[in-house]
């Protein structure tokens, strides 16, 4: 019964190709982040989504598309990877409107090589 | 950037608590305090919040100065599983805009407890 799922865990893949990662939450919430974790720690967000309506972009290079198909649902697709997209990635969740906390999912490890 | 500054690391013993301070001086009226917590290579733990009121749930307690520029987060009896790195975050309350629901974490304080 995990809250915030995220698919793949760790992802090694090759410069230049096109990866995808999933996130599912099952608790209810409008609204999804992604954010990125580099090499330094540092939490940064990415994208936001409510009720499947972007909401926040920040500087994120254009070969990073998320996609929500629903309001459980945030993926992030990225295409021509690079060497400097080696991160970890997590999604979040929290209810629009609320002052709660988020729930972070448990991150995919993506390493490019 | 973040708007909070707290010391980049602490120590304590198991079963001491944990005194966790933040320097928040430029919050305004309509914006919270959060604490989240990252235990090694997991996702960020929400802990508390609060707004002007001291609160206190089953992990931590808040404390907030009356003039709100900066809090303590106490975690009361510290165990080894404690050990995480603690971030201070101010956050609007005010719904709509781009910047709401937006997390801004800083490098946060590096907690060790030891036996």
């Known amino acids: 019964d995990t809250a915030v799922s995220q698919t793949p865990k760790y992802l090694v893949t090759q410069m230049g190709n096109d990866k995808s990662i999933k996130c599912e939450q099952n608790l209810g919430h409008d609204t999804m982040y992604w954010y990125k974790q580099d090499s330094k720690k540092f939490l940064k967000i990415m994208f936001s989504y409510n009720n499947k309506e972007l909401i926040i972009n920040e500087t994120v290079p254009n070969r990073f598309s998320p996609k929500s198909p629903d309001k459980a649902h945030l993926n992030l697709h990225i295409n021509s990877l690079e060497l400097g997209d080696s991160a970890v990635y997590f999604c979040a969740s929290s209810q629009g409107g609320a002052t709660g906390g988020y729930t972070f999912g448990s991150g995919t490890r993506l390493t490019v090589v | 950037d973040a708007k909070t500054t707290q010391p980049p690391s602490m120590d304590c013993a198991e079963g001491r608590a944990a005194n966790l301070p933040c320097n928040h001086s430029?919050?305004?009226?309509?914006?919270?305090v959060y604490w989240y917590r990252q235990i090694h290579s997991q996702g960020p733990q929400y802990i508390i919040h609060g707004l002007k009121n001291n609160e206190t749930n089953e992990m931590a307690s808040l404390i907030i100065t009356e003039d709100r520029k900066s809090s303590t987060l106490i975690l009361p009896h510290a165990t080894l599983r404690d050990t995480a790195v603690y971030y201070c975050?101010?956050?609007?309350?005010?719904?709509?805009?781009?910047?709401?629901?937006?997390?801004?974490f800083g490098q946060g304080t590096i907690l060790t407890v030891h036996p």
């Open positions: 430029t919050i305004s009226g309509n914006e919270y």
């Open positions: 975050i101010v956050r609007p309350s005010v719904a709509g805009g781009t910047s709401y629901g937006k997390l801004t």
